[in-house]
């Protein structure tokens, strides 16, 4: 992760709790590449991904950022994917 430009000190500070459920939402984020490259797999790997991730309740929607990087929405929001990329780089680029 370091490698991919994460913050070393920070990663180190997580806790175990914490870094499970960033992985968990790296994966829930990653869900489309994940069916790619496990279709038998894949739907019970993100189902504990949601688990861990305490996400069980919701259905959840990627949004691709212009970057090709993905942020995951609540699944009943009423906004498009363009309105909701649009919000997220002008309030990233603040």
Known sequence: MVAAGGNRAHLESLTDEQ???MIAIITL?????LRQLD???ADALLTAAR?????VDRE????TLSDG???L?????????EE???AFEANARK
């Open 29 to 33: 984020t990653s869900a489309d590449a």
């Open 84 to 86: 909701l990329r649009d």
């Open 19 to 21: 870094f499970t459920r």
């Open 73 to 81: 929405v609540d699944g009943s929001c009423g906004q498009t994917d």
């Open 39 to 41: 279709p038998d797999g």
């Open 69 to 71: 990087t993905g942020v």
């Open 51 to 55: 688990e861990s991730a305490g996400i």
């Open 60 to 63: 959840l929607r990627r949004v």
